[in-house]
């Protein structure tokens, strides 16, 4: 008994989550009502505040379902490429590509910094791409495309440099011309940061490459 009413309480919470994510990610957060919520999900008044306090703790599991569908899709892209370099463009690209749709930019890009506060935001951000990124990054300074001992900095510059060029779409007026822009620079970016580590790794490699050739007498056999 007492695990179907934690199943029936799960159900009620998951439509109310469903309801609001519809409805924050049409409308944006202060144009949506509780009221607008409860009719749309068909839940009491009494049941909704019994799972949430408020209607930005309503938004914060909205925020946090999206977030995570986000990092699900992105993952699924990049397990498509054939070396960690090609999975790090494919999820960059697949990110830009999400960034497109307007759900998502009002949930995660517009409303959350301002509904959930700067530090919250981060927090599901981290949470739900930061360690993905982060295994990337090591990933590719294990074959010395990148520094080792600045993998850490580098997911995080990588995942800021990402959301403004998500930002950056959703503010374009031409969103199609937006994303080959942001992709373009995304691609250059990342192409620079590894070639930049393969270029300067280059003399080191010559001069190991030289270490295990004795040098010739120029004096020849004594």
């Not at 309503?58 to 995570?68: I, P």
């Not at 520094?147 to 800021?160: D, K, T, V, Y």
């Not at 403004?164 to 970016?189: G, K, P, Q, R, W």
């Amino acid at each position: 008994m007492v695990d179907g009413r934690r199943m029936r309480g799960e159900a009620t919470r998951q439509r109310l989550v469903v309801a609001a994510r519809e409805l924050f990610g049409e409308r944006g957060y202060e144009d949506t009502s509780i009221e607008d919520v409860l009719a749309a999900s068909g839940v009491a008044r009494g049941a909704l505040y019994h799972h949430f306090q408020s209607k930005a703790e309503l938004f914060d599991a909205v925020a946090e379902a999206v977030f995570a569908e986000v990092a699900n899709l992105t993952n699924a892209a990049a397990r498509g490429g054939a070396t960690p370099l090609e999975r790090l463009r494919a999820g960059a690209c697949a990110w830009l590509e999400i960034a497109c749709d307007r759900a998502v930019q009002r949930i995660v890009l517009l409303d959350s910094p301002t509904v959930l506060g700067w530090v919250r935001w981060r927090a599901l951000d981290e949470q739900h791409s930061l360690g993905d990124l982060h295994a990337s990054v090591r990933r590719l300074a294990r074959e010395r495309r990148v520094p080792a001992g600045q993998e850490e900095i580098l997911a995080r510059m990588l995942l800021a440099a990402l959301n403004e060029a998500a930002l950056f779409i959703t503010c374009a007026d031409d969103e199609a011309a937006a994303l080959e822009t942001a992709s373009a620079a995304v691609d250059v970016l990342i192409d620079r940061l590894t070639r930049e580590a393969a270029r300067k790794r280059r003399p080191s490699a010559v001069r190991s490459a030289g270490a295990g050739h004795p040098r010739r007498d120029p004096g020849g056999p004594r």
